[in-house]
């Protein structure tokens, strides 16, 4: 005759099945960055939003920093800096979600980012410390002169690079213009003292026909023999006068 399915009796598996499972908890951070110009009231609304996000959904914030301004990788909504709020805290995942869609919903807020730091945390042992858990009070910043078109695609740096090579291809210049008045005041040396040495080689070679005996002007042999031909003429004529 068959029974009915045999239940097996295990006071081990019926605690298991009655004892539901544990959850544990992670610990994350985020950092939200704020506009430069943002009023403390709109500030204080985000903080006073993030931590009613905790006290809803059980989680707790061990640690809050406040870096205040500073100048951001790329433009942000046309916005260069922006003031970083640091939020260490432990919670479960949908306290995460809850947190960055209320950020999303903030106009101040500009940017914001979430990483989890640790995982299987006991809620229990979380310690919390109220004087490092403030959120200090933002002044508002000074209005920030929104970058030209030309500097944000970076031509404002090419014309300061630009300027900076006019002038460098000006002291080249300069430099070149004064290394050819070095050479043409080079140059006239150069001419006038060979124009002097020509001059010099000149005056050496009239010294030398001045003192060599010119072509017109009687050599001692010819000297020599006009004289005999003169006495020979003279002996022709004593001797004629004498016949006569």
Known sequence: MLSGPRVLEDPLAEQTLATPAKKWAREYETIYILRPTVE???????SDRVTDVMNRLNGKITKVETWGMRRLAYLIEKHSRGIFVYV?????GDVVAEVERNLRLLDSVIRFQTIRVRDNVEMD????????????????????VEPTTAERLGMAEREERSSSRDSSSDERGSSDERGSDDDDAESDDDAKSGAAKVKAKAKSADAKSDDAPSDDAPSDDDADDTADDKSGESD???EGEEDK
Request: hydrophobic share 30%; no cysteine.
């Open 40 to 46: 403390a009231e709109d500030a204080r609304k985000v």
């Open 88 to 92: 260490r805290y432990a919670a479960f």
């Open 125 to 144: 042992d979380v310690e919390v410390d109220p004087e490092e858990t403030k959120f200090d009070a933002i002044e508002r910043g000074e209005d920030e």
């Open 236 to 238: 022709d004529d004593e």
